[in-house]
């Protein structure tokens, strides 16, 4: 068995791809690591590249977009690590950051998962790193704008501490727990599903943690956030986790949560007709 799977999910992000990966080559080393790249029917030459510029990666070229959460899986269901990582394309790993998280992981045998400090770009610190679970008041108060709660802003930084939601951006998973509660959801093509796993993790009794340890995460380099499609996949994804998990509230909870992704969804479509208009 090895000690550590690290699966990468791309779709047209050649470049990416290939940064993250000479990244996560230097941060193995030390580490019994395999790596997986699932291609979800990319358009450029990722197919063709990847493969002969590493070797040493296990690549699965889909023939369709399957998703985020199918593409996955697939991986996951190959990979003999004790520890699995989920990692984005458009991530760079810092030297010590894979083998310090599977160490702590190795010390906590009650922690199911861990997400790290994630910078952006610009070097910023990146607050969907520690994530409160979206309960239907945490969801009103982020729509409104009161993010503190749902940030768990109250945490520090530099310290390890006990979160709800890890980011799929960079989710340590130790094998055991998802052997317990199920792989990724298949209902979620993409973005939701990180939020659905972290869920069931908790309630399975497992812990899930944030790290002090860095990564740089080129958010939304990976995908296309001006779209139709993005908008319809994302507020969909918000919808499915809401009746998933909380379906059993009266009216009077889930209504306004459901009016509220209307809403927003509503208002992002405009935001992007206006801008194709250059209104």
Same mark, same amino acid.
């Given at each position: ?14 470049? #990416?791809?290939?940064?993250?990966? /000479? ?7 030390? &580490? /019994? ?6 291609? !979800?029917?990319?358009? /450029? ?13 296990? #690549?699965?070229? +889909? ?6 959460? *199918?593409? !996955? +899986? ?50 910023? &610190? ?28 109250? $945490?520090?930084? /530099? ?12 989710? $340590? ?27 069931? &993790? ?5 812990? +899930? ?15 296309? =956030?001006?779209?139709? *499609?993005?908008?319809?996949? #994302? ?6 986790? #809401? *009746? ?13 949560? =459901?009016? %509220?992704?209307?809403?927003? %969804? ?14």
């Amino acid at each position: 068995m090895n000690k550590l799977s690290v699966v990468i999910v791309s779709y047209n992000v050649r470049r #990416f791809v290939e940064q993250c990966l /000479d990244s996560v080559r230097k941060a193995s080393e030390g &580490l /019994d690591v395999e790596v997986f790249v699932v291609d !979800n029917a990319s358009s /450029d030459d990722t197919v063709e590249v990847i493969p002969r510029r590493y070797p040493w990666v296990r #690549f699965i070229a +889909n023939a369709d977009n399957l998703g985020f959460a *199918r593409a !996955n +899986n697939i991986a996951i269901r190959q990979a003999v690590g004790e520890y699995v990582l989920l990692l984005n394309p458009d991530t760079i790993v810092a030297r010590e950051t894979l083998r310090q998280a599977v160490d702590f992981m190795d010390g906590h045998p009650k922690a199911g998962g861990a997400g790290v400090r994630m910078h952006n770009a610009d070097g910023t &610190l990146a607050p969907e790193s520690r994530r409160a679970i979206p309960t239907p008041w945490v969801s009103c108060l982020k729509m409104l704008g009161f993010t503190r709660r749902y940030y768990m802003s109250h $945490l520090s930084w /530099d310290e390890p501490g006990r979160i709800e939601v890890i980011s799929g951006a960079f989710c $340590l998973l130790r094998r055991k727990a998802l052997d317990e509660i199920g792989l990724l959801d298949e209902d979620f093509f993409m973005y939701g599903e990180d939020i659905d796993l972290s869920f069931r &993790l908790l309630k399975g009794g497992w812990e +899930n943690w944030y790290l002090p340890l860095d990564i740089i995460h080129f958010k939304g380099e990976s995908t296309q =956030k001006s779209t139709f *499609r993005y908008v319809h996949v #994302f507020y969909q994804a918000m919808l499915i986790f #809401f *009746r998933k998990h909380y379906s059993h509230l009266s009216v009077f909870y889930t209504l306004p949560v =459901k009016l %509220a992704i209307y809403f927003r %969804a509503a208002i992002a479509l405009t935001d992007i007709i206006r801008k194709k208009l250059h209104l």
